[in-house]
């Protein structure tokens, strides 16, 4: 049986001769077999970033290598108690970091995406998902080189199918998500759920004791917050202005989510106090109520090219 453990991810390296090889494989197996069909499917390159996190969860727990012709479509591998895991993998150049900081000085917790497709299509009877996050170097192109120090996988944890969706937020094409101190859109439907909502590894080997009661417990588990605590801070705000909550609704998130200073707008603060001037030279806010913004907005001036 799993014994819960608080989500921290496992780091493998993949720099050796041993992750070289895994690498190799990964980049032969899209190119003979890419996945051509289905809707929102990873593009060749996601593809090859997930059979690489497959390979190394097979050879850590010393099970076959991948057999195209007979591995399914719905789930990579077949738990010891028929448990059927999904290996899901993102890449980026940069580690995995469980929270990261915008200019506000403020954490965001760390996330993890899945295509809204796959969770709600019942055809594809996977039991739980298994996140992993790749390290890659600039050029992301599998196998890489052997003098690359760059490729390393982060193992962050496993979530049952049907939390994900029972509690992940569903965002249609085009809602906006924050990243680092920038903003992007999503190009496809997608379900956010967050790293601290899995259920950690203390080794790759916990895997092989899911057990179905497992499955079951975590499936009408109950976890925390899938959004950043600074956007429950600023939807509670937006929230008292719409006159949906209340200013003690605010205090309540604050306090849950230990956050007290000043939360970073999504607009730019120049475009807030360009209103708050706008109002001002109307007569409808007054010399004090608008210094009183500065308490928690800053203007940023042109300082230069």
Not at 50 to 74: F, T, Y
Not at 206 to 214: G, M, S, T
Not at 218 to 228: A, K, Q, S, V
Request: charged share 30%; aromatic share 10%.
């Amino acid at each position: 049986m799993y014994q819960y453990q608080k989500p921290k991810p496992l780091v493998i390296k993949l720099t050796d001769e041993w992750g070289y090889n895994l690498r190799e494989k990964a980049a032969r197996r899209i190119k003979e077999r890419p996945n051509i069909t289905g809707a929102e499917r990873g593009s060749p390159e996601e593809q090859g970033f997930g059979a690489l996190a497959e390979n190394v969860i097979r050879s850590r727990l010393k099970m076959p290598d991948i057999n195209s012709d007979e591995h399914a479509v719905s789930y990579d591998i077949l738990l010891p108690f028929k448990i059927k895991l999904d290996v899901k993998c993102r890449g980026g150049t940069l580690p995995f970091q469980e929270e990261y900081l915008s200019s506000d000085g403020l954490p965001r917790e760390a996330k993890h995406n899945f295509f809204a497709r796959q969770i709600f299509d019942k055809a594809l009877d996977t039991d739980v998902y298994l996140m992993t996050h790749l390290e890659t170097p600039s050029n992301r192109m599998l196998p890489g080189t052997k003098r690359q120090r760059k490729w390393t996988l982060y193992v962050c944890g496993w979530v049952s199918k049907k939390r994900v969706a029972r509690e992940g937020v569903y965002l249609p094409r085009g809602s906006l998500t924050e990243q680092g101190r920038t903003w992007f859109t999503y190009r496809g439907e997608e379900i956010e759920f967050y790293n601290k909502n899995l259920n950690g590894l203390t080794d790759l080997a916990d895997l092989l004791k899911i057990e179905r009661v497992d499955v079951e417990k975590d499936e009408i588990r109950r976890g925390d917050l899938n959004i950043t605590s600074v956007d429950a801070v600023r939807i509670a705000y937006d929230l008292v202005g719409r006159g949906i909550l209340r200013e003690i609704h605010v205090d309540f998130v604050k306090s849950k989510t230990g956050i007290t200073q000043a939360v970073k707008p999504i607009l730019h603060p120049n475009q807030y106090f360009h209103l708050l001037k706008w109002l001002k030279e109307n007569g409808k806010i007054t010399e004090e109520e608008y210094q009183k913004a500065k308490d928690g907005l800053s203007e940023e001036p042109f300082t230069g090219i």
